[in-house]
């Protein structure tokens, strides 16, 4: 047999699956999996709506309406019916009608059929820049009348729109994700790789620190962090402090999973090659061993993101997060901590929705990532 | 399905009188990335009662997705054509179950699998659980199979591991597997699947992960088992030495499809087909010393490149936290050797015996113990690489290259061919950076590939073609010795010749030393001039490859060559091996053959 035979079988011309580089593969891989692509479109969804919250909400999520209290949600409807019999067409809703219980004491509304609420996109509103940058005059939806009621999602105790206050909401819970992970991130990566790489006492004590932090009951250490934070301080640096107590316990879980890592990687046999041929530990590192690794960091920050969103929501329902002025998916359900509140208007609690949707669109999407993240993993062969 | 349509007539022609399986026509099929993938295809075969059948093939031949479905453990693959009949001694009247019509979990199979059919494996570790006793899990076949009452089941055990040879089966019984070396795993897998006396024994590769010398201890057990209990066996594997040893009636397969089948005689001497000659070819070309290449022998004049002087390794493991330190593992004691310029050195032994430790312990890739490693430059001056500093050591690296294992493990999945090649070349900074794709172009034409495919990732490439980069690689900076560690055992026996001869050529061009190690005694004879033979950490016996194998001196020597299997089925020779006993050794009953693993707590550098 002549050495050219061996040659044969990589004969085929055209980009396939032999010049495919790392990328290529894991973005074949991860596209097989429908749930994880689908997760992915919704994060994306929610980020660009979180990014052009101003635009979308209805409403400014701040605009206060002593008569809309508890205002339930109103339908969104298309057609209607003339005083004349015939029909017509155009985004609509209803008003209220709304009578006072003086037992009771509160307001209760009925949805009046025959006063029409005309909608429409791209409505006039007062003026606001969007990202801070643009100054803009419409909205995407709202009612043509700006004084009349508006509420798809019903209204909180002080008549604001449940609806603006999620998407507004959005951009503080979905950007703490990130900025938490990233923080962890950092310092995962950093200490969990000297950690593995080097080993011996340096390993230990790093190993010991992870353990000793798990160890600290995660949810009286946020609390006592957080009655640290001066109480005059701005919402804006309480954000930041909060991610930062945040990312603090967040890195240990990254730091193992790293040190795993460099330590399987450490002794795979082209390491070895590389140092043969001569390569300096750092070329090593650099060259060979963080590239075999970045595409399973991204998938372990994908799914480390929802816990940090829960973390945040968690902290702030609890009323030690961040605080009103400022609006969250946490800080929206506190307004739903007591049960009369939550029977009187359930729709309080569609801030939960959201965040739901979010963690799990998140969990879908990292554990396809994941899945999707090693393509060189050692698959069975027939034979 | 339902059983009636399972459960055929057929007609008693004389011809399946003594047939238990019948496989016709049978194909599997995967679903992969784009459609479908073949992997068994219109494969037909007949086994008979108190045969054997050997199922051949290359690595991804299908022969194992065969034997799996038999069994219908074949999953993800679906079987889409075909038959599998298994004619039963208990039923009466010709009735033949048709196995590929049943569901793969229905009753009927389940009760076909493990007493009517059953079946070992390659990897003995990782078919047993490490959490039961062997006790318990022989008895659970019983258990499920038979109405034995648990006293009854115990004494069953026991009679089987008796049968496999297991010492001491009263105590062996209540031991974990771990506790067993790979050869006594096998055996109780082996005791596992006889424990219902069943009609078909199906092993896959079961000798594969042994040492030659376990190996034939383990196919001289089956086939006295065979004879015993006229049990038919399907024997899958890829070693023809093995086949030779065995085999009654023996069928080829290759991409899915059977090539050829017939006597084992008649396909060792008339091969019809272009692929059984081929592959019968290159294993008969490997049992002979190489056509010799004048000229090409050593020079013992001159000084030698490489000189070994009482090399020794000590692992010391790690003090636990209470009692004394075990004892320390003595790796490697006082190795001499020396290499010469242009020389094969084999070193052969089992595993355990410390050749690789030997192979790394000259790259310093582990820190020696004792004893000196000199090299002799170019120049003529020599250096000690065991006390070298990292730089220093580096410049040596240009010059002793080594080769692994591992084909697929040993390149980085991440570059392409070309920046794997280059790698070196950018480092040492040998030649000018803008030379570098000439360089690597030629270094692929070199050693047989296209450099039209430099741009390709290694996963494009087959193992072969795998090797061929890394000897591209080890080839780039031009050096004088090449270690290769067990270079061709992860290829199969045509590709592995191919990178013989490669090596020889590059030898021939290029004046290369090389250091091969390897357990396969026929590469080494091939390969090299001389062999060094290693057994627990000593250099038991070196000489030239003739003298070795031929004459050997050394009674350990004597018992490895006893126990290696000849392909021709006309010498069968394993049944009249003889094992190797150390003298010093206790004469203790504990079973035997300490396995290669290094304790846990020995930290491998």
Not at chain 2, 262 to 291: D, N
Request: hydrophobic letters at 45%; a positive charge.
């Amino acid at each position: 047999m002549s050495a050219s035979v061996d040659v044969t079988g990589v004969s085929g011309a055209s980009i396939g699956i032999e010049q495919a580089g790392q990328w290529q593969l894991i973005w074949w891989r991860f596209v097989r999996h429908r749930i994880a692509v689908a997760g992915g479109v919704i994060i994306l969804l929610f980020y660009i709506i979180a990014l052009l919250a101003d635009f979308i909400s209805p409403a400014l999520p701040e605009k206060v309406s002593t008569r809309h209290t508890f205002a339930p949600p109103q339908g969104l409807h298309l057609f209607y019916r003339n005083p004349d019999g015939s029909l017509g067409f155009g985004l609509h809703v209803y008003d209220y009608k709304v009578t006072i219980d003086r037992v009771a004491v509160r307001r209760i509304f009925v949805v009046d059929e025959t006063k029409r609420i005309d909608a429409g996109l791209f409505v006039r509103s007062e003026p606001y820049l969007l990202l801070g940058l643009i100054p803009m005059e419409h909205r995407l939806i709202g009612p043509l009348d700006r004084t009349k009621p508006f509420y798809l999602l019903g209204a909180d105790r002080l008549g604001r729109d449940v609806l603006s206050r999620i998407l507004h909401g959005a951009r503080v819970s979905l950007s703490i994700g990130l900025v938490g992970v990233l923080m962890s991130l950092t310092l995962g990566v950093l200490l969990g790789g000297i950690s593995g790489y080097y080993g011996g006492a340096v390993d230990d004590l790093i190993q010991r620190l992870v353990e000793l932090i798990r160890s600290i009951p995660s949810i009286p250490l946020w609390m006592g962090l957080a009655a640290a934070v001066p109480q005059d301080w701005s919402p804006l640096a309480v954000y930041f402090i909060i991610t930062l107590i945040v990312s603090l316990v967040g890195w240990t879980d990254l730091a193992r999973q790293v040190r795993g890592l460099v330590m399987s990687i450490k002794g795979e046999d082209f390491v070895l090659a590389a140092r043969l041929d001569g390569a300096t530990g750092g070329r090593i590192i650099l060259r060979h061993m963080i590239p075999s690794f970045t595409s399973h960091i991204i998938a372990t920050t994908t799914l480390a993101i929802p816990t940090m969103i829960l973390v945040e929501t968690a902290l702030s329902f609890l009323g030690i997060g961040l605080r009103p002025p400022i609006i969250s998916w946490g800080t929206l359900l506190q307004e739903a901590q007591n049960v009369r509140t939550v029977a009187m208007a359930p729709w309080l609690l569609w801030p939960a929705g959201a965040v739901v949707l979010t963690v799990l669109a998140f969990n879908f999407f990292g554990d396809g990532l994941r899945d999707a993240a090693d393509p060189y993993a050692h698959t069975e062969k027939g034979g | 399905m339902t059983l009636t349509t399972a459960i055929q007539r057929l007609h008693p022609d004389p011809a399946s009188q003594s047939a238990v399986l019948e496989v016709q026509g049978l194909s599997v099929d995967f679903s992969i990335r784009n459609g479908m993938f073949r992997a068994v295809d219109d494969v037909s075969f007949v086994l008979e009662r108190g045969k054997t059948l050997c199922l051949v093939g290359e690595s991804g031949s299908g022969k194992s997705v065969t034997a799996r479905a038999i069994l219908r453990i074949a999953a993800p693959g679906r079987i889409t054509a075909g038959r599998i009949l298994l004619h039963q001694a208990g039923s009466q009247g010709g009735q033949a179950i048709d196995i590929a019509s049943l569901s793969p979990d229905s009753p009927v199979i389940r009760g076909i699998r493990g007493r009517a059919i059953s079946m070992i494996f390659q990897e003995p570790l990782s078919s047993l659980s490490p959490l039961h006793r062997i006790g318990w899990q022989i008895g659970e076949v019983l258990a499920i199979h038979s109405k034995l009452g648990r006293e009854e089941r115990r004494q069953r055990v026991i009679e089987l591991l008796t049968q496999v040879e297991i010492p001491r089966p009263e105590q062996t019984i209540d031991r974990y597997p771990f506790e067993l070396s790979g050869g006594m795993r096998q055996r109780v897998m082996i005791a596992m699947a006889l424990a219902c006396n069943p009609e078909i024994l199906i092993a896959d590769e079961p000798t594969t992960a042994l040492d030659v010398t376990t190996q034939a201890e383990i196919l001289d057990l089956i086939r006295g088992l065979q004879r015993r209990y006229g049990m038919a066996v399907l024997f899958i594997t890829h070693d023809m030495g093995v086949v030779a040893e065995i085999a009654d009636e023996v069928a080829i397969m290759r991409r899915g499809k059977l090539v050829e089948s017939g006597p084992v005689r008649q396909i060792f001497s008339r091969p019809r087909e272009p692929y059984s000659q081929a592959l019968i070819g290159s294993v008969l070309r490997l049992q002979k010393p190489r056509e010799v290449d004048a000229g090409s022998g050593s020079t013992p004049a001159a000084a030698p490149i490489l000189t070994v002087r009482a090399l020794g390794k000590r692992f010391e493991p790690r003090r636990s936290l209470f009692g004394k330190a075990p004892d320390p593992i003595n790796a490697l004691v006082d190795v001499d050797l020396e290499l010469h310029e242009a020389e094969c050195l084999g070193i052969v032994g089992e595993s355990g015996s410390g050749k690789t430790t030997l192979g790394r312990c000259i790259m310093r890739l582990m820190q020696p113990s004792s004893g000196k490693v000199v090299y002799r430059r170019r120049d003529g001056t020599e250096t000690d690489l065991a006390d070298l500093d990292t730089p220093a050591l580096r410049r040596v690296y240009r010059e002793i290259r080594m080769i692994f294992q591992d084909p697929f493990g040993s390149l980085n999945p991440r570059l392409t061919v070309r920046q794997a090649i280059a790698e070196p070349l950018l480092i040492n900074r040998t030649i000018p950076r803008e030379k570098i794709p000439g360089r690597v172009a030629d270094l692929m034409e070199t050693v047989g590939l296209d450099p039209g495919a430099m741009e390709r990732y290694p996963h494009a490439f087959s193992g072969g073609q795998r090797q061929r980069i890394c000897i591209a690689r080890a080839l780039a900076l031009d050096p004088r010795i090449i270690i290769a560690d067990e270079a061709t055992s992860a290829l199969d026996v045509t590709i592995r010749l191919q990178i013989l001869d490669l090596l020889l050529s590059l030898r021939e061009r290029m004046k290369l030393s090389f250091i091969f190690i390897s357990h396969d005694m026929s590469v080494i004879r091939y390969f090299c001039d001389r062999v060094g033979v290693m057994y627990k950490g000593r250099l038991v016996e070196i000489g030239t490859s003739e003298q070795i194998c031929t004459r050997p001196s050394h009674a350990y020597t004597r018992a490895l060559l006893s126990a290696v299997p000849v392909p021709d089925p006309a010498r069968r020779s394993i049944a009249s091996r003889h094992r190797y006993v150390e003298a010093l050794a206790p004469a203790s009953n504990a079973p035997p053959a300490v396995s290669a693993t290094f304790p846990s707590g020995v930290q491998k550098r």
